[in-house]
Structures are given as C-alpha cells and as structure tokens.
C-alpha cells in the first residue's frame, strides 16, 4: 500500500457570518430580484417551525416559490458571485498565507496549503466569486437545472452533513461519486486531521468543531466585530468559553497583523515545521552508515 506524503495543510471555511459579513442571498440574488430580506427569512421560519423542514429546503423551496428567481439559471448564479462581500482581507490572504509553505525553508518538504469552503449556501454563487480562485473544492448546496431555470435541489448541506466535507478533505474524497465511508488507514489519508484547521462562525458549526478537536485539528470562532448588537460576539464567547467547542475566537478579520491572522500564520507555521521535521527524522532513520574501514 502507498503511502501519502501527508504534506498538505488544509484550512476550511464556512461562508456566510465567516468570509463575509452577510448572507450570500442578501448580496446576489435578493437585490436583483426585488426580494426584502426580512420577509423573505420569515417565510422560511414558517417553514422550518411548522413544518418541520431543514433549514437549506425550506430557503430552497421559498426561492423556487418567487417567479423572478424560480427563472434564473445556475449560470446567472455563477454571474452574481461578482456581488459577494467579505469581511477585511478576503480574499487577498489566501495568497498571503500561502506564502508561508512556499518559503525557501519548507522546499525539501514539498509542502502545500489548500483552501476549502463548506457552506449551506450555493455552490453556484461561490464558484462566480472572487474566492473560488484560491480553493481547492468548493462545497455547497446545488439546483438542479430544466428548461435554463433551476428546477429541484440536487444537493443540500446542513450543519451536520458539513461533516462529511471535512472526511473528504482529510481522505481527499472531492469526487462527489466517491464513498467517504470508505475505509481508510490514517497513514494513507491525504490530509490528516492535525494538518487542518476549521473557520466558522457560531453554533451551526459546532459539529464541524467537534470533529476537528477530536481529531487534533484546530476549532476557530469568528466574529463581526461591526456587529453593535454583539450577537455575533456572544455566539463565539459561549462557544469557547462555556461550551469549549473551539480553541480560539477572533474577529473576523482576515488581513495582516489581526487577531486572526496571527493564529492561522503561527498554526500553519507550526504544522509545515512539524511535517519537515517528521521527514527528515524518516530520512534518518532509513540512513545506512557506511562500513567503517
């Protein structure tokens, strides 16, 4: 069996309240199509509470209930990715951190960082953004497409099945046909869990949280520091001080110097020097002396 180099970093993000400020609907499609936010979340929670949906179906279900947005392709989702807004930083700090593995220091190690979205949003608006460039995967909920308008969801992600994302990640399943329940030794998975980290924003991501910190990956909290009701702010507190589901929270911001960014520049650090250290400890251990004559 062949083993992997286990040479790869990886660090997944949430989007909505992480990479940006608001949700993706609120920067694309509602403003095209005439949708007011409140009335249309609302409708949702009708849904959700006496119905009994899932969260993603019943957003889902009120957009294909609108007759502009029922008419859109998953092309013109794709266009409206150019809409999105971030949070400070985004999205020059992907290249940035990835500057760190791409020192001269770390070139004998082979040594990579890859970048991963999971979002309960559309995949459609994040593949047309200004992040999609710098992912390796990008994973979300899909539409199903007839007639050039999108018709039934094809894919939903909730909070709990954003888990199986971070498995493929770690097993480097990507391919959607591909078994993540697959057996696998941890010495053949492409990415090992102490070689990720998960940014996320509140309670929707603690069963991501969990499975990164019983797996020995690092659990971020972000929050909007912008955020005067300091909603945002309370999420992450009790997260990390009450629930302890994360190792750290930060504000949500992304450029050089922040709280943040000092965190995700020192683990990356640590793990790149972890990885050059274990192979150079595997080459030596392999070392034959010479006869002595």
């Known amino acids: ?3 992997e180099p286990q040479n790869i970093i990886a660090v997944v993000y949430d989007y909505d309240h992480t990479l940006s400020p608001h949700y993706m609907q609120e920067d694309t499609i509602f403003p095209r199509m005439g949708i007011n936010p409140q009335d249309f979340w609302a ?11 899932d969260q993603e179906l019943a957003y889902m279900k009120r957009l294909l209930e609108h007759e502009k947005a029922s008419a859109l392709s998953n092309e013109a989702l794709r266009d409206m990715g150019k809409d999105l807004t971030y949070f400070p930083g985004v999205p020059d700090f992907f290249g940035e951190l990835n500057l760190i593995v791409q020192q001269p220091r770390y070139a004998e190690g082979d040594i990579h960082l890859e970048h991963y979205v999971v979002s309960s949003g559309l995949k459609a608006i994040l ?31 909730s909070h709990t099945q954003k888990t199986q994302f971070l498995f493929r990640v770690n097993k480097g399943l990507l391919n959607m046909d591909q078994d993540v329940n697959d057996h696998m030794p941890e010495e053949v998975r492409r990415i090992p869990f102490p070689n990720m980290m998960y940014v996320g924003d509140g309670p929707t991501d603690v069963p991501c949280f969990t499975v990164m910190k019983k797996n020995g990956g690092l659990a971020i909290a972000v929050y909007n520091s912008e955020d005067s009701s300091r909603r945002s702010f309370n999420k992450c507190y009790e997260l990390t001080k009450h629930a302890n589901r994360v190792h750290f929270m930060a ?17 990356i650090t640590e ?4 990885i050059l250290e274990r192979r ?3 080459v030596e251990s392999m070392r034959v002396p010479a006869p002595q004559s």
């Open 1 to 3: 069996m062949m083993l």
């Open 43 to 53: 409708q949702c929670v009708v849904l959700i509470k006496e119905k009994g949906y």
């Open 127 to 157: 593949d047309g953004s200004q992040v999609a460039p710098w992912t390796k995967a990008i994973f979300g909920c899909e539409f199903d497409e007839e007639d050039g308008h999108i018709s039934f969801p094809k894919r939903t992600i």
């Open 251 to 267: 504000p949500a911001d992304y450029r050089p110097g922040s709280h943040l960014r000092l965190i995700l520049e020192r683990y």
């Open 271 to 274: 793990i790149a020097d972890g």
């Open 280 to 282: 150079r400890k595997g």
